[in-house]
């Protein structure tokens, strides 16, 4: 037996081969009638109270996710009959620790009917394994009540951050796709970053991140950022946004209400960024008002503060100002609302209880909120929070609307012939990752997005080939075996110089003696004071820069530089043929030189 959940249009109940319908003209109809007042109003009585019938026992009458109905109409009838646990543990998304499921993870699922569960890179290095773990997850949630499907999230930007690793494919990221210039290779990268998330049954993915590159210092954002402007940001991200969702994959822009302003990292400090909400409204703003117009479904809220604005010294994860006031009442935004993992100091720095941070999180306007752990069931949060539902009716009016856009999410993007599948096929899996369409793709952007940063064009010291480089020297960190590989293969006589934290810089000079022309391998600081030690050298010095290409600015006596912007494999390949000349730079810095 089952009900029909359009419990605003059609009710149906069965006894035996009897059925009866219920219309929307006949529960809600008052059409002007020549009947008595009194009459009427008894009708009226009668109707609701069958409504409230209807929705207090739709759990017997096997109410479903999967019946039919629109997303807004299954929603509020889910909704309606749940308990307000039940409705609670749909804003909770939790992580666990290590490749397999943990008992405590499971509980929470088969327990609690658990909202949503995120990946993390300590889950991810056997994508086989984690086809598995999803399935295991969601057959658990799918056999509890309402047959509610978990949302499954990681963060799979592309470039430097990829939480799933395994056989997914690493990419140039953002700042490639900003010095490449094309929407479309927005789209097709959260596209086919999408169709490899899909195979893995992972639904929902933490990206694009639509920050700016305005603090050239940020040790968080840098090269996850589409460049400086903030209209072209708008572009690609509602570009990449409608490749995610073409795939299949619900996307979220990140953190908002912009973290590219400052050198500090919300993961262990809050960042205080002082600028005005004129500024914010102006700049990075900016790329969510696009996105928001574009329908865009969820935003990730970050732990920042702004302090000359009305959200004070408040995070704003936690700030009403901008979650309700400035995101929904000004920009419009009407979808999901998620924040950042609640464990950053960023977040918990402000209130210092993990308690009160989750509920601030909530009354602020967050319809998720996201741990990296595993709290117990009877955790402080988790009892804290499902107390205030029962002795503050505002409190549980706020978390029932939200587990209502929950479950709307759910409902639209989590069925259909165009999602993704609740178990993933683990064969699918071992055929199709890394994509073979997209493994073409993303060594396409990487050729087009490679920039010479020095000398600035048209002046050129490129191609630097076998014949005219003399004795070359590969020099850089062994955390980039593919720069060496590349390079070789460019250079196959080169000698190599491999550093890392504990070496002394100096090293390096005693083989740059023997060296004609050095190329260094520049991601990081700690790379720079290895790089410095070679301004007196009398060689001819070519940089290719990894990541955010701000470094080079630091080192003018360098003979050349190319910015690549990752470091992928398909990456260092453009790089090295770029130098030779084997394809042209045809990349722009995506920031003001």
């Known amino acids: 037996m089952q009900i029909n959940p359009k419990f605003f249009s059609r009710r149906r109940g069965e006894r035996g081969d009897r059925r009866v319908f219920i219309s929307r003209k006949h529960l809600f109809s008052l059409s002007a009638s020549s009947a008595p007042l009194p009459n009427r109003w008894f009708e009226v009585c009668v109707r609701s109270s069958f409504l409230i019938f209807l929705l207090i026992s ?25 308990t307000d646990d039940q409705a ?35 889950n991810t290095n056997d994508t086989q394994r984690l086809a598995r773990t999803v399935g295991l997850l969601q057959r658990a949630s799918l056999q509890g009540a309402f047959n509610i499907p978990l949302l499954v999230a990681t963060d799979q930007e592309g470039g430097w951050v990829r939480h799933i690793k395994g056989n997914t494919s690493e990419t140039p990221g953002n700042m490639a796709i900003g010095a490449s210039g094309y929407p479309r290779d927005a789209y097709l990268s959260g596209y086919y970053i999408g169709k490899e998330l899909a195979l893995l049954g992972v639904n929902m993915n933490f990206a694009p991140t639509i920050d700016l590159f305005t603090n050239r210092d940020s040790v968080l954002i840098g090269p996850r950022a589409f460049g400086s402007d903030p209209v072209r940001a708008g572009i690609f991200g509602a570009a990449f946004v409608r490749g995610q969702l073409a795939a ?73 100002y901008f ?38 999180a909530i009354i602020a306007g967050n319809d998720i909120i996201m741990f990296s752990n595993t709290p117990f069931l009877n955790d402080q949060v988790w009892t804290f929070l499902s107390q205030s539902m029962r002795q503050e009716e505002d409190f549980r009016q706020i978390v029932r609307a939200s587990a ?62 076998r014949e005219n480089a003399g004795r070359v020297l590969l020099a850089g960190s062994t955390r980039y075996p593919d720069f060496f590989s590349r390079g070789r293969a460019a250079f196959p006589n080169a000698s190599t110089y491999r550093f890392n934290a504990l070496t002394e810089p100096q090293e390096i000079t005693a083989f740059a003696r023997n060296a004609d022309t050095i190329i260094f391998c ?13 301004q007196n050298s009398n060689r001819r010095v070519i940089v290719l820069s990894v990541l955010s290409p701000v470094h080079i600015e630091s080192v003018p006596w360098v003979t050349g530089a190319i910015a690549m912007y990752s470091y992928a494999p398909e990456s260092f390949a453009a790089g090295f043929s770029a130098i030779i000349g084997r394809i042209p730079a045809l990349g722009n810095l995506p920031y003001d030189r």
Do not use: C
Not at 92 to 112: H, K
């Open 58 to 82: 739709a759990p017997l009458f096997g109410l479903s996710f999967n019946d039919s109905g629109t997303p807004q109409e299954i929603a509020a009838a889910i909704e309606s009959a749940m």
């Open 88 to 122: 609670l543990a749909q804003l909770f998304m939790l992580g666990w620790v290590g490749e397999d499921p943990s008992p405590l993870i499971m509980d929470w699922i088969r327990q609690r009917n658990l909202g949503g569960v995120k990946i993390f890179g300590w």
């Open 248 to 320: 299949g994959v619900i996307p979220t822009a990140k953190h908002f209400p912009g973290h590219g302003d400052t050198a500090l990292d919300s993961h262990g400090i809050l960042p205080r960024i002082e600028i005005s909400i004129d500024t914010l409204w102006e700049r990075e703003l900016i790329p969510y008002r696009m996105l928001v117009a574009e329908g865009l479904p969820v935003v990730m809220s970050g732990h920042l503060a702004f302090p000359l604005t009305g959200g004070g010294s408040t995070p704003a994860s936690l700030s009403s």
């Open 323 to 360: 979650l309700r006031d400035v995101l929904r009442d000004r920009i419009g935004f009407s979808g999901v609302v998620i924040t950042d993992d609640l464990n950053m100091i960023g977040a918990t720095s402000y209130l210092r209880n993990m308690a009160l941070t989750a509920k601030q």
């Open 404 to 465: 209502r856009r929950i479950l709307e999410l759910k409902l639209t993007y989590l069925r259909g012939s165009g999602s993704v599948p609740y178990i993933p096929d683990p064969a699918r899996v071992a055929a199709y990752l890394p994509d073979p369409e997209g493994s073409a793709f993303f060594l396409n952007l990487a050729a087009r997005s490679v920039t010479i940063v020095k000398p600035v064009p048209p002046v050129t010291i490129f191609p630097i080939t």
């Open 522 to 534: 520049l991601s990081d600081h700690s790379d720079l004071r290895v790089l410095r030690t070679l």
